[in-house]
């Protein structure tokens, strides 16, 4: 049904804008999960080589991110744009927030990342429902 929707959104031309959103929020939850490996790491190792690791991974990624979100929100108008936006700014939060998790304590650390993954899938989740 699905696909079906796809199909006739394509017609109207919102379904290849549907798809770059997907895309980028896929990018953006990876690149999380990278940085987030890394704050692991320095947090494990506890040193300046770690802990530069990380910084330079969040600052990587929220260039791009940065970059690629005008394509993103293309195509995306009212509430849905509004969604995206919100998504977007809980990620640079959650994002930024990784450098100074990595001198803090695991447990902290573990708690920030799975709560931060939790409001990144409530605030997929209200873009999706979003016509």
Not at 17 to 23: K, W
């Amino acid at each position: 049904m699905k696909t079906l929707a796809c199909i006739a959104a394509l017609l109207v031309g919102t379904c290849a804008h549907a798809q770059d959103a997907q895309s980028w929020a896929r990018d953006a939850g990876k690149a999380y999960d990278a940085c987030a490996f890394r704050m692991s790491s320095a947090q494990m190792f506890g040193d300046d080589a770690h802990y530069q690791a990380t910084r330079t991974c969040v600052d990587q990624q929220l260039s791009k991110a940065k970059a690629s979100f005008p394509s993103a929100l293309a195509g995306n108008s009212g509430a849905r744009s509004a969604r995206l936006k919100d998504y977007y700014a809980a990620w640079v939060a959650s994002m930024s927030a990784l450098t100074t998790l990595q001198v803090g304590t695991k447990n902290n650390a573990d708690r920030a990342y799975a709560d931060a993954k939790t409001r990144m899938q409530e605030l997929w989740a209200r873009y999706e429902i979003e016509q």
